[in-house]
């Protein structure tokens, strides 16, 4: 949670699509919650789970990884083992004792503006409810 009771989240999105669908997002106005940060890759198969094992590390409370729609990859196939990967690992983090919700998958296209506010900002609202991240393991020094 940062300094305002909100749940820090952060946004892997897509170069090609749902960085495009944010910043339309953004240009259109819409209203979001502020609470989130982007990480811009270049494609959502990009997003390594060990990076997302990390962030929950670090403090992040929930985290979005958003590409283009299934047979839309600029990359042909990346959002297909984008899909894979994170199948694999909620179930990974359920056995860590990390709710499965804290990590979700979407697909954003670049003229979707108004679909990445409704995902940021039912996330957020999800975010709020399940409260900050306690991490169950701590670090052996």
Known sequence: MNENGEPNILAFLCNWCSYAGADLAG???LQMPTNFRVIRVMCSSRVDPEIILYAFKKGIDGILVLGCHPGDCHY???NYKTER?????QKLLGQFGIN????????????EGARFQEIISSFAREMEE????ELPITEVS
């Open 130 to 133: 399940l409260g900050k991240l």
């Open 85 to 89: 990967r994170m199948i694999m690992l």
């Open 100 to 111: 499965p919700k804290r990590l979700k998958l979407g697909w954003v296209s670049a003229s």
């Open 76 to 78: 042909i196939n990346g």
């Open 27 to 29: 240009v259109s106005r």
